[in-house]
């Protein structure tokens, strides 16, 4: 039996995937003016390599790509063991 069909009856337990892009430091008076469709810039680029994680577990790497107007990730590599 392949490792995708032992795991199959796990395959509707929801879980958080976490694709970390950028961390800012704001001053509370920053944090208070912030507004919908307030910019934060960041020094990120389509290409850069991101750190995927699920429920906190780092699982692997995905890297940055421009859908249309969005941004998004495309998984590039996932960890032996996690």
């Keep these: 039996m392949k490792a995708l069909d032992e795991l199959r009856p796990l395959a509707d337990i929801p879980l958080d995937v976490e694709a970390r892009l950028e ?20 020094d990120r680029a389509a290409g850069d390599n991101i750190d995927v994680k699920v429920g ?21 590599d996932f960890r032996e063991k996690f």
């Design 23 to 42: 961390c800012c430091r704001l001053t509370v008076e920053q944090l208070l003016a912030l507004k919908e469709g307030s910019l934060l810039r960041s």
């Design 56 to 76: 906190g577990e780092l699982i692997g790497t995905a890297e940055l790509i421009v859908l249309g107007s969005s941004l998004g990730f495309r998984i590039a």
